[in-house]
C-alpha cells in the first residue's frame, strides 16, 4: 500500500480521482490531515508549473508522495482567459457562482459559434526530492449562458459537450471520466502509478 497525498481541498476533484484509483493499493490522503501546513501558493503561469510546485511542496512538506493537479478553462474569444485564475476568477475567496456569472457576463452578445472553449488539466506526481511523472488531458466544448445540471462542480453546467447536447454537469461521473481532461491525465496518470507500484521503481517521465 502506497501513501499518497492527494494536493487538493476540491471535494469534486477528490471524488473523481478516488472513484478513478479505486482498484489501485493507494491510501489517499488530502492537506485537512496536515492543519499545521499552510496553503501553497499557485504563482506558476501554466498549469503544469502550478501542478509541479503542488505536488513538490506538498510532499516535502509532509514526506509522502504527492499527487497535484492543475486544471481551468480557457476561453479561445477571452484569449485564453480564465486560465490559470479559473478558480478565482471573480476574486477572493474562490466562488463557483460568482466565476460563472463573470463569464457569461464577459461573454454576452457573443454567437454560440464563437464560444469554444477546453477544459485543461495538468497532473505531477513527485517525492519530496523530485517530479516523477506529468501528465496532461484536455476536453473540448462551447460556454452557453444558462446552466444546465447538477452532477459537476465549477464551469461544468455552463460547458456544453456539442456531440453530445449535454453540458458537463449534466454527464454521469463515469461518461465524464471517460472523456474529460482530468480522466485523460489520470488515465495516463494511473498507468504510471502502476508501473510504480508493481516494478518498485520510478515511473518514466510523460
Known amino acids: 500500500m502506497l501513501d499518497i497525498l492527494l ?56 514526506g509522502l508522495h504527492a499527487l497535484a493537479d492543475d486544471s481551468g478553462l480557457e476561453v479561445d474569444v477571452l484569449r485564453g482567459a480564465p486560465g490559470v485564475h479559473s478558480a478565482r476568477y471573480a476574486g477572493t475567496p474562490r466562488d463557483d457562482a460568482a466565476n460563472n456569472r463573470k463569464l457569461v457576463a464577459a461573454l454576452a452578445g457573443i454567437p454560440i459559434e464563437q464560444r469554444t472553449a477546453r477544459f485543461r488539466c495538468a497532473m505531477a506526481f513527485a517525492d519530496p526530492q523530485r517530479v516523477l511523472l506529468e501528465t496532461e488531458g484536455t476536453f473540448e466544448g462551447l460556454i452557453i449562458d444558462q446552466p444546465r445540471g447538477t452532477n459537476g462542480f465549477g464551469y461544468d453546467p455552463h460547458f456544453l459537450v456539442p456531440e453530445l447536447g449535454l453540458t458537463a454537469a449534466e454527464l454521469g461521473l463515469e461518461e465524464k471520466n471517460a472523456r474529460s481532461h482530468r480522466g485523460q491525465a489520470l488515465r495516463a496518470m494511473l498507468s504510471g502509478l502502476r508501473l510504480f507500484l508493481h516494478a518498485g521503481s520510478d515511473p518514466q517521465r510523460g
Open 7 to 62: 494536493a487538493t481541498r476540491n471535494a469534486g476533484k477528490i471524488r473523481e480521482i478516488c472513484r478513478a484509483a479505486a482498484e489501485l493499493p493507494i491510501a489517499w490522503h488530502t492537506p485537512d490531515e496536515f492543519p499545521q501546513v499552510p496553503e501553497v501558493e499557485e504563482n506558476g503561469q501554466t498549469f503544469a508549473e502550478n501542478a509541479r510546485l503542488k505536488a513538490l511542496y506538498y510532499a516535502r512538506a509532509t
